[in-house]
């Protein structure tokens, strides 16, 4: 592209051009910012004869048009509450927002968002003010400067004050978190910050309330609350240094193993938490002694199997009473076993639920699988690695990575149908085989079972073989989640997936399924033949999950054991081919997962399981990372760790916790509790405990509306018919939103390519015409009147464009056209609106070029236009005060016929005629698309929604949708 | 000469905190850290520059392929020797934080990533960019084909205007893309 080559010259007036320019011009200011003495920066700041204080100094822009922009503003920035302000500074800020309307039409549309809407739009404002600066000052000749470094300073602090001014209208935490999104320096920040508190507390002075003090007392110690806890959670991290310690070594998505451990921990400490205290401590309290047979004692085994002792004791539901407990308080054992667990449930569910969302939310719904594969390896350098030996690794994984993505990019064949067919049958063998694996796994467990079921008798006192007895379905279990994953993972190696995701992702489903087979059949066991042969069947339950539980954990440490050491040490020692193991996460995390869903099975049957259950992620922590550090090696490739972790978390909730939940809901519901133990002993049903409470208050008087919801909201379909009806009809309709908002982006994307198609087609033609024009220049006198002609030049040739497109005039122009500047011929193939484009800017760039350094005219050509009507605000305000807001569009009638008699005029004496007539043409089509237009300012709105990302880009993209649907309307 | 926590002002411990993304602890350690750079004749002095031979001393930093960028981009030294201040110090912890926003971490990296600082990259910052990824060395350095072929690549994924470099929207949409982004991009000390 010949931008490029172009280099140096070019390119800083190529990226503050139209599109996109409001991020990119940003980009430019952060950049220059910091150095703001250096020359460059100042040749920057050359050429523009401008700068806003003019501008803001310039009242008489018209009454009725300074009220319709206040009406555009006050909508969507929501900071114009407090305008009282001087009129300088209101009409500045008038001037500053014009610029960027996608802005505040983006702003607008968002007006619901939470936390980071405050930031967003102050970002938005200030790249707007930073856009400004840029665009109108832009590449400047050094050998034209024009402009001193006052001008400079005065266009700085102006804008500094635009955004002290808009900080200080906001609410004080939305400015703090205003303040501390904007990309500047603590320095420079610190000065913002005390410009805003010198002027709120100045115009407080005046307006001074005892609420507002009061508030903003309230508010300053919430906030010191607010800091003071997050300086509390900080300090409760645990493990905040052996965090660091694997993260330097192996990278996030190692790192991301023990984050996921660590969250399910304060989960379990959660529920033991909840556990303890609203069920278990009551009854300690009132009845610390178990009620233990005389025969039974603790004989050594129980921690192995749970069983003996143990089952007298709290650990299980059986050692809990049913009644309702007398001291200070009555407290009913049965209402609050039963709460306790279904609000446990409640609020598990809601964790996942939201943890899950918000991780979809940002993991998968911005990420495009499809492409940037090579961004994907630039932009995932890990700065938190710091260990020396690991550095130097990932360099080499990443260039491996580089290598093997360009090779397969450039050997990327269709397979042949034979190949695929191939592909297809070892797969689905594979998958038939794994299968087969699963079922026969759960088949067998369910035998073993039965078997074992035969073998156990309800007695209270068993022998220590019949214990021991009870470990055989544990071990098994255990052991098959042990060895068949590695069957699973020798598949793998055969199977040949064209790509690493697919590869964990078949690897997880059939771990999946073979840890949840097991956990069916186990439940479908427990359900059906344990719930009826023994008297206190809860308890049994209870006992086999809690050996299940101790058992996981036994086989979790030989899993490190045989996973890594061992596969360390033949990598090392036997076959060094095969080299240092790799820590395998997916495999890893499923296990915990497996964990978790025992854990949560379990607390219904054994409300303290989650105190085992700590007990044993803390140890498993340290067990990891000791077996991480020693056996494996950082991994080689850096896959989409954060994707994995949505995985994770979702595969928690789906199969894992409503498998759970529904195994409970299930014991609750349906089974019979026991008749001899238990607090719901002699109930249908666990739930109908909450019937007899409703009974008894049906008694009390003043409770009669707890009865009514219960009859007419908790036990009617209807109510829940109608709920699941309205969240279905919701759903439609957001999924439809989504599907349109999709449609827009592809849109918008489209329509980013096209602008930029259209800027190379404007820079080439202006690059001809540089070209061309040292010839000419010579005939000058003057450079000034260098310039002019050159202005003139090039608008001759945009008009040419302009007319072959509306194929009007032609003639006439072709005469005009005496500079010989090479029309392309294939110019009326290409679309009318780059040329309608061209035009215009050249109608707005022949004010610019007349004062602007010749150089640098070109380039202006394609720079945002703000910056030529700017000027030309400067140079007509007189007359043509209504320039600004026909850039946004919302420019009546009256004011483009004034600003065209304006513009007639100034053609007149600056051009030859029949330039000045072709201006008329361009700016009569302009008007009529201009007066086309409104109508659809009013839709404008609602046809852009704010997409979930708010990434800066989709900004951009609202601000180039707009500025098309002018043209694209008009032409 | 106090302990390092009473070296802090409240008030201005509370201002960094307004400031910055850095809870209380991280800002005293950073302090802390960063009073470990300094010499003791320095120690005496307000805001003095630690330059960055010294800085670079830190584990954190030490092995970072971006280190010099990193201190070129949050100096604020007038001779943009990337010498750091204090509160320099603490932008950059702050911007690699935890808690930083998309926006801020993107726009740093952008920076970083920006070798020639003229507010694109170019194939010329792609290259380096590159070249500090896969080591500087010649015989782990791309050929010159494969580095022609990757930046084609990433310009083609990347530079949706098509003028031949990336910028800062550009950049920022991309990040957006890869959720990773975030999680890795952060130094703690």
């Known amino acids: 592209m010949t931008s490029y080559s172009n280099g140096a010259f070019f390119n800083p007036a190529y990226h503050d051009s139209e599109t996109l320019e409001i991020d990119r011009s940003s980009s430019k200011t952060h950049h220059t910012n910091p150095y703001a003495g250096d020359d460059r920066a100042v040749a920057h700041y050359s050429t523009g004869p401008t700068s806003s204080d003019d501008v803001a100094g310039r009242v008489p822009w018209g009454g009725w048009q300074e009220e319709s922009w206040k009406g555009r503003e ?171 310690e694997i993260g330097g070594t192996f990278g996030t998505s190692v790192l991301s193993y023990f984050v996921f451990l660590k969250w399910l921990l304060m989960f379990n400490i959660f529920s033991f938490l909840v556990n303890f205290g609203f069920i278990t401590i009551p009854l300690l309290v009132f009845d610390p002694s178990p009620n233990i047979p005389p025969n039974v004692s603790f004989r050594g085994l129980e921690i192995l199997t749970g069983a003996g002792y143990f089952q007298y004791t709290v650990m299980y539901y059986g050692g809990y009473s049913n009644e309702t407990l007398k001291g200070p308080v009555e407290y009913n054992m049965q209402l609050a076993y039963f709460f306790t667990i279904a609000i446990y449930m409640v609020l598990c569910g809601i964790a996942l639920i939201f943890s899950m969302a918000s991780s979809f939310k940002k993991n998968y719904v911005l990420a495009d699988p499809s492409s940037n594969k090579a961004w994907q390896l630039l932009s995932s350098w890990d700065f938190s690695i710091t260990n020396e030996k690991a550095v130097r690794q990932r360099k080499n994984n990443l260039r491996v990575q580089l290598k093997e993505s360009l090779s397969e990019k450039a050997q990327r064949e269709l397979l042949t149908l034979s190949e695929k067919l191939k592909h297809f049958g070892v797969y689905l063998g594979f998958w038939l085989l794994s299968t087969g694996l699963t079922v026969g796994c759960g088949a067998s467990i369910y035998y073993l079972c039965q078997y074992e079921q035969q073998q156990a008798t309800d007695a209270a006192n068993w022998s220590l073989l019949q214990e021991a007895q009870t470990l055989l379905v544990p071990f098994v279990v255990s052991l098959m989640n042990l060895v068949v994953p590695l069957f699973y993972s020798l598949f793998n190696k055969f199977e040949h997936y064209s790509s690493h995701r697919r590869q964990i992702y078949a690897l997880v489903v059939r771990n999946v399924l073979l840890k949840m087979s097991i956990l069916a059949v186990l439940c479908y066991y427990w359900m059906n033949v344990v719930a009826k042969k023994f008297s206190c069947w809860e308890s049994m339950v209870g006992q086999a999950l809690y050996r299940l539980v101790i058992f996981d954990f036994l086989f979790l440490m030989l899993g490190s054991f045989f996973g890594e050491f061992l596969s360390n040490v033949i990598g090392t020692r036997l076959l060094p081919r095969l080299g240092v193991p790799e820590f395998d996460v997916a495999r890893n995390v499923l296990e915990l997962i497996y964990a978790q869903t025992l854990a949560w099975i379990g607390i219904y049957f054994s409300p303290l399981l989650p105190a085992i259950q700590i007990f044993k992620l803390f140890i498993l922590f340290y067990i990891k ?90 036990k009617s379909e209807i109510f829940y018919f109608l709920i699941s009806l309205i969240i279905i009809v919701i759903i439609y309709i957001f999924w439809q939103v ?224 707009q500025a098309q649907n002018e043209y694209d309307d008009g032409y | 000469m106090g302990t390092t926590a009473s070296q802090l002002g409240k008030d201005l411990l509370s201002e960094y905190q307004e400031l910055t993304f850095l809870t209380k602890q991280e800002i005293l350690l950073a302090h802390k850290r960063f009073t ?86 170019d ?52 990040i957006s893309r890869s959720p990773d982004f975030v999680s890795s991009f952060k130094i703690v000390l």
């Open chain 1, 74 to 244: 006050s909508i969507p920035m929501g900071l114009m509450s407090t305008r009282p302000g001087s009129p300088s500074w209101q009409h500045d800020l008038n001037h500053s927002t014009f610029q960027i309307p996608p802005g505040s039409q983006y702003d607008r549309s968002t007006s619901v968002r939470l936390p980071s809407a405050p930031s967003g739009n102050m970002t938005m404002r200030w790249r707007g003010i930073t856009m400004r600066r840029m665009s109108m000052f832009p590449n400047g000749n050094p050998t034209h400067i024009a402009f001193t470094e006052d001008a400079i300073r005065n266009e700085m602090e102006n804008e500094e004050q635009n955004l002290v001014k808009e900080l200080v209208a906001l609410s004080t935490r939305d400015r703090i978190l205003a303040i501390r999104d904007l990309p500047m320096s603590v320095d420079e920040k610190k000065h913002i910050r005390s410009q805003v508190l010198a002027f709120k507390s100045s115009k407080q002075s005046r307006q001074f309330t005892c609420f507002a003090d009061c508030s903003e007392n309230v508010s300053l110690s919430f906030r010191r609350c607010g800091y003071s806890l997050r300086s509390a959670r900080q300090t409760l991290e645990l493990w905040h240094g052996i965090m660091k």
């Open chain 1, 625 to 714: 990372k000791v077996s991480l550090t020693r056996n494996c090696q950082p991994p080689r490739r850096s896959g989409r760790a954060a994707q994995m972790q949505t995985i994770f978390i979702a595969l928690l909730f789906l199969p894992c916790f409503v498998g759970a939940l529904s195994m409970v809901a299930y014991t609750a519901w349906i089974l019979t509790p026991s008749e001899q133990c238990g607090p719901f002993r002699g109930l249908n049903n666990t739930f109908s405990v909450v019937g007899v409470w409703i009974d008894d208050l049906g008694g009390i008087p003043g409770s009669q509306w707890v009865v009514w919801i219960y009859q007419n909201v908790i």
């Open chain 1, 738 to 961: 989504t599907q349109g908002r999709k449609q827009l982006i592809v849109l918008l994307r489209q329509q980013i390519v096209n602008e930029g198609k259209d800027k190379s087609f404007l820079l080439d033609k202006l690059q001809s015409l540089q070209k061309c024009q040292p010839d000419k220049k010579s005939k000058q006198k003057t450079q000034k009147k260098d310039e002019h002609s050159l202005g003139g030049q090039s608008n001759s040739n945009a008009m040419v464009q302009a007319l072959l497109a509306r194929q009007q005039l032609e003639e006439e122009e072709e005469g005009r056209d005496t500079g010989g500047v090479p029309v392309p011929s294939d110019i009326s193939t290409s679309s009318a609106l780059i040329q309608a484009m061209l035009a215009r800017q050249r109608a707005y760039d022949q004010d610019g070029d007349e004062r602007l350094s010749s150089s640098s005219a070109l380039s202006q050509a394609v720079q945002a236009r703000q910056m030529a009507e700017g000027q030309e605000t400067d140079e007509y305000y007189s007359t043509d005060f209504s320039e600004n807001p026909i850039n946004t569009s919302s420019a009546v009638a009256q004011a483009m016929q004034a600003r065209q008699r304006a513009e007639e005029e100034d053609g007149a004496d600056d051009l030859p005629s029949s330039v000045s007539s072709v201006m008329m043409q361009v700016m009569q089509a302009r008007q009529i698309a201009e007066e086309e237009d409104r109508p659809q300012w009013v839709p404008a709105p609602t046809q852009n929604p704010s997409p979930a990302g708010s990434s800066a880009l989709i900004q951009a993209m609202l601000a180039r949708q």
């Open chain 2, 36 to 121: 470990e750079l300094l010499t003791k004749d320095e120690k005496e002095l307000q805001n003095t520059r630690v330059p960055t031979e010294r800085i670079l001393t830190l584990p954190e930093l030490k092995s970072n392929p971006f280190r010099k960028r990193i201190c070129h981009v949050f100096s604020t030294s007038e001779q943009k020797d990337g010498s750091l201040t204090f509160e320099d110090f603490l932008d950059l912890l702050s911007a690699f934080s935890d808690s930083a926003t998309l926006e801020i971490k993107s726009h740093y990296a952008f920076r970083i990533f920006d070798f020639d600082d003229d507010g694109t990259l």
């Open chain 2, 123 to 174: 194939r010329g910052d792609l290259e380096k960019l590159v070249n500090c990824l896969t080591g500087e060395t010649d015989e782990t350095r791309l050929t010159r084909d494969e580095m022609r072929q990757l930046i084609d690549n990433i310009l083609e994924e990347s530079d949706i205007d098509k003028d031949g470099t990336v910028n800062l929207s550009e950049f920022q949409h991309v």
